[in-house]
């Protein structure tokens, strides 16, 4: 799946490469190529992804004034990766799911 996703934007990263080193843009995009398998493992694109995402939760909590609920920036850090990694998963396991239910698989029998 990895070297599916390579091969489907390389040519698209080759493009930003060759805009970033002419100066034309400034600056430098990272692409990265999350991919959950069947069994919920997550690949080192995905972690990155998902590490932004919570370190940008957490810049924007540090702004905000303190909570009057008395609950630490810590614990909701916390509660809002695990949540986040829940979300993901569930939103690919109904993909799934759905692909499945309309295209259907050899052997696959849908109930009346």
Not at 51 to 58: E, H, M, N
Not at 86 to 92: G, I, Q, R, T
Request: hydrophobic share 35%; charged share 20%.
């Amino acid at each position: 799946m990895l070297h599916k996703k390579h091969n489907k934007y390389a040519s698209l990263t080759e493009v930003v490469r060759r805009l970033s080193d002419e100066q034309k843009l400034d600056f430098q995009p990272h692409f990265v190529y999350p991919i959950i398998t069947s069994l919920g493992f997550l690949n080192a694109d995905f972690v990155v992804m998902n590490k932004f995402i919570v370190d940008r939760f957490r810049s924007t909590q540090n702004t905000l004034p303190d909570r009057t609920d008395g609950l630490s920036l810590k614990y909701l850090t916390g509660r809002f990766k695990v949540q986040l990694r829940n979300s993901l998963c569930f939103a690919l396991i109904k993909g799934n799911a759905l692909s499945t239910w309309n295209q259907g698989l050899r052997y696959t029998s849908k109930p009346p």
